[in-house]
T-cell receptor
C-alpha cells in the first residue's frame, strides 16, 4: 500500500475558478501534513501545513484535514496562471522524513 | 530571506565515477535531509541527519551513498560508484529544531552516462 496517494490526473481550471486537490495516506498515526508546489524543473516550495482536523486558510489556499478518513485536501481559490504547477502532498513520518505523493498537475487557463 | 543552497546545479558523470553533491543548509537549522526525484516520478526520501549522525535512511540509501557535515556549514552527499539509475534531481532540505517544516534547496540535476 502506497504511503501517500494522489490519484487525480492533470486538472485544468479556468482563471478565477477553484482548484481542488485530494490526497490520502495510509498511516493512521500520521500527525503532520504538507502541501508543496513544484514548478517544472524546480524544487518543492512549501505552500502550507496542517496538523489539526478541519480547515486551515492562508490567503487563496485552504487545506482540509480529515484524520478519520485519512485524507487531506487543498483548495486554490481565484486560480491564477501562476498557480499552474504540480502540487505535492507530503506526510511526515519517523524522524521527520517526508513521504510524498506523486503530485497533481494543475493548469490554469487564462 | 535565508535559503538552502546547492552546488553544482548540474553534474554529468560517467558510470562508476564518484560524485559529491554539496548543500549549505539554512544557518540556524539543525536537521538535514537528502531527497531525490527521478524524472517524472515522486520525490523520495534518502536520508536524514542530525547531530553529526544519520537519523534514518531509506532502502535507496545503500553502501554506495554516504553523507557528511565536514564543517559548520556544508552538508554533502557522496555517491561512490554511480550507476545509470542514479540519474535524478537531488534535493537537500533543512529544518529548524522546533519547527517541522523542511525547506528545500534548488537541487542538483545528476546525469550518469
Amino acid at each position: 500500500q502506497k504511503e501517500v496517494e494522489q490519484n487525480s490526473g492533470p486538472l485544468s481550471v479556468p482563471e478565477g475558478a477553484i482548484a481542488s486537490l485530494n490526497c490520502t495516506y495510509s498511516d493512521r498515526g500520521s500527525q503532520s501534513f504538507f502541501w508543496y508546489r513544484q514548478y517544472s524543473g524546480k524544487s518543492p516550495e512549501l505552500i502550507m501545513f496542517i496538523y489539526s482536523n478541519g480547515d486551515k486558510e492562508d490567503g487563496r489556499f485552504t487545506a482540509q484535514l480529515n484524520k478519520a478518513s485519512q485524507y487531506v485536501s487543498l483548495l486554490i481559490r481565484d486560480s491564477q496562471p501562476s498557480d499552474s504547477a504540480t502540487y505535492l502532498c507530503a506526510v511526515k513520518g519517523g524522524n521527520n522524513r517526508l513521504a510524498f505523493g506523486k503530485g497533481n498537475q494543475v493548469v490554469v487557463i487564462p | 530571506e535565508p535559503e538552502v543552497t546547492q552546488t553544482p546545479s548540474h553534474q554529468v558523470t560517467q558510470m562508476g565515477q564518484e560524485v559529491i553533491l554539496r548543500c549549505v543548509p539554512i544557518s540556524n537549522h539543525l536537521y538535514f535531509y537528502w531527497y531525490r526525484q527521478i524524472l517524472g516520478q515522486k520525490v523520495e526520501f534518502l536520508v536524514s541527519f542530525y547531530n553529526n549522525e544519520i537519523s534514518e535512511k531509506s532502502e535507496i540509501f545503500d553502501d554506495q551513498f554516504s553523507v557528511e557535515r565536514p564543517d559548520g556549514s556544508n552538508f554533502t552527499l557522496k555517491i561512490r560508484s554511480t550507476k545509470l539509475e542514479d540519474s535524478a534531481m537531488y534535493f537537500c532540505a533543512s529544518r529548524e529544531g522546533l519547527r517541522e517544516t523542511q525547506y528545500f534547496g534548488p537541487g542538483t540535476r545528476l546525469l550518469v552516462l
